[in-house]
């Protein structure tokens, strides 16, 4: 998979694509650009909806200490979110496999198992 670097801003890009420049760029640099803002966008979003539900960033700072992956973390975040919202209660994670234990009984218990 190909890694982004997410914190490569809107500000970033006024820095070095000053406005001119942006139309001498080849196409491929600007939907790599794209792609990695839409990537941020969609990263901040969900990390940002996980700490409106719990009210703080505890969830976060785990998943984000376990892997310097950011579509990894985009994995986890995204299924945490939707478990989340399905009611289930990671109050008392600690580690990651805290995380994946409360998501794995969570999805068991909405299948019906």
């Given amino acids: 998979m190909e890694k982004l670097n997410i914190y490569f801003s809107k500000i970033d890009a ?3 694509f000053y406005p001119g420049f942006w139309a001498t760029l080849p196409e491929a ?3 790599r650009y794209k792609k990695q803002v ?17 009210g703080n960033d505890k969830l976060i700072q785990i998943i984000e200490a376990d892997s310097e992956d ?13 478990e989340l919202l399905s009611g289930a209660d990671y109050s008392k994670c600690e580690t990651i496999e805290d995380i994946s234990k409360v998501y794995s009984a969570s999805l068991l218990r909405r299948l019906g198992f």
């Avoid at 839409?38 to 719990?54: L, Q």
């Avoid at 950011?70 to 939707?82: D, G």
């Fill in 70 to 82: 950011y579509s990894r973390r985009l994995a986890f975040m995204e299924t945490t979110r939707e």
């Fill in 14 to 16: 006024m820095r070095f």
């Fill in 29 to 31: 640099q600007k939907d």
């Fill in 38 to 54: 839409r990537f941020m966008e969609k990263y901040a979003g969900i990390r940002n909806e996980i700490i409106k539900i719990c």
